[in-house]
């Protein structure tokens, strides 16, 4: 049995051996490019040294914990990496973690850099970002989220020295301030996605500096920026017209109908709206913008938008075929009435996602008709209405559908698509 086994590892070494003679770099390389699973891409590197070799320039992206030392290894080895994750989780981050040193090594030795992700890199500061500024002109996107010590001027250096720059994510960095925008503005001219929730110290002056040089942004995400309002939406409105596609402003108090007016007047292509927390918002704007947005909504959250009714949700319900996702927990004038015009075979939706917690007046008549025409439903968040009960739709006899998660009383893990 010894032998047979023997005999077999030879045919192995001589069959690699004729493959590696009959087949050139390039060849190899267009196997590998075949491999759509990961896991066989990493198979592929033990082989033999050669292939290893191979596999390791190709290679496009790496997430890692590495120092200085092991980072200039890495850039060594993989001399075509595209993008870097060396982020941290909330609840596995370690201090210092990277450090401004690590960024001075990945300005210099990782020049294919295109994407670098930091996020809850807490130990860098304003000097990690000059060097990265200074050398990596190429980067399309970095994500600085939480990283708490960094402010205006690590950030400038950044849009000065990558100006071809098309995301940023700024999330948490309490330093950021109008400045940054005018450093953008006069440099990104192609920033298209921007993620500045948390960055509570910059204003509607700003935003609007912004747009004036930034006119192609799709994605803006602003939730719980207090100090934005009617003025900086309408900037963006007016500006992005063509090219917005999703606004987030969350618990942004300052903004109202103003801003909702602005969105149905020029951006007819929005898809993903939030807009929870804005308690000045009212029916008469939001029914404005189901018009304008009718072929395009899909994702719609306006929890805590105590001046919404019937009105206005029944307009968007009939209008926005397309919508996916809803959240209108917390709305507490949404009647059954809401559901009114559902319910008939010739009107479905597309809803996969519905949340009416809260809403103590939606009962369990309302959400049967609801259900009629929404046969796609996968969440249904019904906490907190006391008139829709487990038992009270058991009673009716309601069929939801049978890949439908029900969370009558917060059991289940919300879906994470509006946050």
Known sequence: MARNDDSHLQNVVVSSHYINESLGDDELRAVLYRLENDKDKEVFGLVCKRWLYIQSTERKKLCARAGPHMLRKIAARFNRLNELD??????????????????????????????LNLQHCKGITDNGLVAIGSSLSSLLSLDVSYCRKITDK??????????????????????????????????????????????????????????????????????????????????????????????????????????????????????????????????????????????????????????????????????????????????????????????????????????????????????????KSCEYLEYLDVRSCPLITKAGCDEAGIQFPESCKINFTGSLAEPDVLL
């Not at 982020?87 to 210092?96: A, D, E, I, T």
């Not at 301030?177 to 440099?187: E, F, G, V």
């Open 154 to 371: 690590g950030l400038s250096a950044v849009a000065e020295g990558c100006r071809d720059l098309r995301t940023l994510h700024l999330a948490g960095c309490r330093f950021v301030s109008d400045s940054l925008m005018k450093a953008l503005s006069k440099n990104c001219h192609n920033i298209e996605e921007l993620g500045l929730q948390g960055c509570t110290n910059f204003t509607n002056s700003g935003l609007s500096v912004l747009v004036e040089g930034c006119r192609r942004i799709k994605h803006l995400d602003i939730n719980k920026c207090s100090n934005i309002g009617d003025i900086g939406i309408t900037s963006v409105s007016e500006v992005c017209s063509l090219t917005l596609r999703t606004l987030k402003l969350l618990d942004c108090y300052n903004v109202g109908d103003d801003s909702i007016f602005s969105l149905a007047n020029y951006c007819k292509n929005v898809e993903t709206l939030v807009i929870g927390g804005c308690c000045n918002i009212s029916d008469e704007s939001m029914k404005s913008l189901a018009s304008a947005c009718s072929n395009s909504l899909r994702k719609l959250r306006m929890d805590w938008c105590l001046n919404i009714t019937d009105s206005s949700l029944d307009c968007i319900i009939s209008k926005c075929r397309k919508l996916e996702v809803l959240d209108i927990g917390c709305c507490e004038e949404v009647t059954d009435a809401a559901f009114q015009q559902l319910g008939s075979e010739d009107f479905m939706l597309g809803m996969k996602i519905l949340k009416v917690s809260n809403c103590p007046k939606i009962t369990v008549e309302g959400i049967k008709k609801l259900l």
């Open 86 to 115: 060396l982020s941290q989780s909330v609840s596995r981050s370690f201090y210092p973690g990277v450090t401004d040193s690590d960024l001075s090594v990945i300005a210099t030795a990782f020049d294919c850099l295109r994407v």
